[in-house]
């Protein structure tokens, strides 16, 4: 097999969304797998939706899951430019050639006219598409247009016959002549099209593989066409492809994921704390298999085990609660010092820690957090978690309703008991003090662990659900976590 060259072509429109993840991935795997190349291209030809800031947020989101692309924007390579905003010349060049050589033609055909052929096809149980009627125009006929004003457009002449390939992922697919009509390269203001830039590109960058989704399937037989015009007229060496068409993901109501659904937006997984490897070992189950029913694997593990061959022709269904079980997973898979490096941004930007943390806040954290780690969903849930223990009395209070709730007439029993018990507390010690409390609250005072345990929570945490209480009073520090107690009897 030769080089393996895969590409990864978004366009630079709205915020980046899983299943554009997930080509890229695929892409990225196969490429890493086969000691191949990756080309990270943007396809931004589209002046009326393409923007800056969505090209910005393509290339910070392929650095945050960590899909080095060896060829693209800010790498360079051998076939740039990697912006196709920046190639018009060529694709105006490559649609001079196919018009010169007969595999392209100009079309004088109204939108109106265009209207009244798809109403037609309609009416005749037909498939819809253009009918070829500037296929052959005259020379008079070309005048009597021009004469009127009309604006052409630049069609490519399909070849009258089938197209069928071997799919990499489906096998061999075969699309009948009759459903695959003339098709539109170039706009009537000169703006090449997806149609005819994407093969341009995949041919002078020499690309072995398209792994892309199954939503372009139908357009396959006309970018096999092209391929074979554009060797006609010298622009490529004659290669064609090969071409593997993901299987859709499935949200809600056995739909595919849309770009509206809010589980589809990257920027979501981001700022509610999943961590990429988690985000990128889920999307990789979405169609493929590790094999001998394992879930969970790092990026590495996928690259070296990847194989087109496993990848399913079937729909996959997106399951958000599986994506965040599998997130809670790496979270506890992680070094506490990676965790904690993690949760710090979340932290500051929420102000209980500096920007770096204080020595003191940093030994709050190495304290704190191996007890939250093991029920961490997301990163962004730690900050609840561990707020109380980093804010200042000023700062610190009770969470909600509920939490005040526990606080009532029945809890002052007990927050005067367990201050009296913890006072003359030789050693501030987890064990000393859950010996302390369970003596005074539970011994003592004859209650049962939850209402003896309950207002002594919620009055040292703001919270009704924490970390271990006892591990916590320890980190807080005596008289802190004291004058909570004191607080909170008297707060009524």
């Known amino acids: 097999m030769p080089d393996v060259r895969v590409r990864f072509c978004p366009s630079p429109t709205g915020n980046p969304h899983v299943g554009m993840v997930r080509t890229a991935l695929f892409n990225w795997a196969f490429a890493r797998h086969m000691g191949g190349t990756f080309v990270f291209r943007i396809e931004d030809t589209d002046s009326a939706r393409d923007s800056e800031e969505s090209y910005e947020a393509l290339l910070d989101s392929l650095r945050w899951l960590s899909l080095d692309w060896d060829e693209g924007p800010e790498v ?14 060529i694709y105006a060049d490559v649609a001079a050639r196919l018009l010169e050589a007969g595999h392209a033609y100009r079309c004088y055909c109204s939108a109106e ?59 061999e697919v075969t699309f009948g002549r009759e459903h695959v009509p003339d098709y539109v390269l170039v706009r009537g203001n000169g703006e090449p099209l997806y149609t005819l830039v994407n093969p341009v590109d995949d041919a002078l960058m020499r690309i072995t593989h398209v792994l892309r989704g199954e939503d372009l399937l139908s357009s396959t037989p006309r970018q096999i066409a092209l391929y074979e015009a554009l060797a006609a007229i010298g622009v490529s060496d004659g290669t064609t492809p090969q071409f593997g068409h993901l299987p859709y993901v499935m949200g809600e109501g056995n739909r595919k994921l849309s770009k509206r659904d809010p589980e589809s937006s990257l920027l979501m997984y981001r700022t509610q704390g999943y961590l990429p490897e988690a985000l990128l070992n889920y999307l990789a189950l979405l169609g493929w298999s590790m094999g001998d029913d394992q879930e969970f694997f790092s990026l590495d593990e996928m690259a070296q085990a990847f194989a087109i061959e496993r990848v399913s022709a079937n729909p996959a269904r997106f399951d958000l609660k599986k994506c965040t079980a599998i ?11 990676d965790l904690i490096g993690r949760i710090i941004p979340l932290l500051a930007a929420e102000g ?45 209070v009770l969470d909600d309703d509920d939490a005040r709730a526990v606080l009532g007439e029945d809890a002052d029993e007990a927050l005067a008991a367990a201050v009296t018990a913890l006072e003359s507390l030789p050693e501030w010690t987890t064990d000393a003090i859950q010996s302390a409390l369970r003596s005074a609250l539970v011994e003592g005072l004859g209650l049962k662990p939850k209402l003896a345990y309950g207002p002594v929570r919620v009055a040292i945490t703001g919270r009704r659900v924490s970390p271990p209480l006892f591990e916590s009073m320890e980190i807080l520090g005596r008289e802190t976590s004291l004058r909570r107690l004191r607080d909170a009897h008297s707060i009524r």
Do not use: K
């Not at 360079?76 to 010349?89: F, I, N, T």
């Open 327 to 337: 997130n809670g997973d790496w979270i506890r898979a992680i070094t506490l010092d």
């Open 113 to 171: 006219e265009l209207d009244a052929q798809r109403e037609l096809a309609r009416q005749q149980n037909r498939a819809p598409g253009y009918e070829g009627t500037c296929r052959d125009l005259t020379a008079a006929q070309v005048a009597a247009h021009e004469q009127q004003g009309r604006v052409p457009i630049v069609r490519f002449r399909m070849p009258d016959r089938d197209c069928t390939w071997v799919d990499l992922v489906r096998g």
């Open 352 to 396: 209980l820690v500096s920007t770096p943390p204080t020595a003191e806040q940093q030994s709050v954290l190495h304290a704190a957090v191996p007890l939250i780690q093991e029920r961490l969903d997301t990163l962004t849930q730690a900050v609840g978690m561990l707020g109380f223990l980093l804010v200042g009395d000023a700062r610190f």
């Open 76 to 89: 360079g390579g051998s076939y740039g430019p990697y912006r196709q905003s920046q190639r018009l010349d």
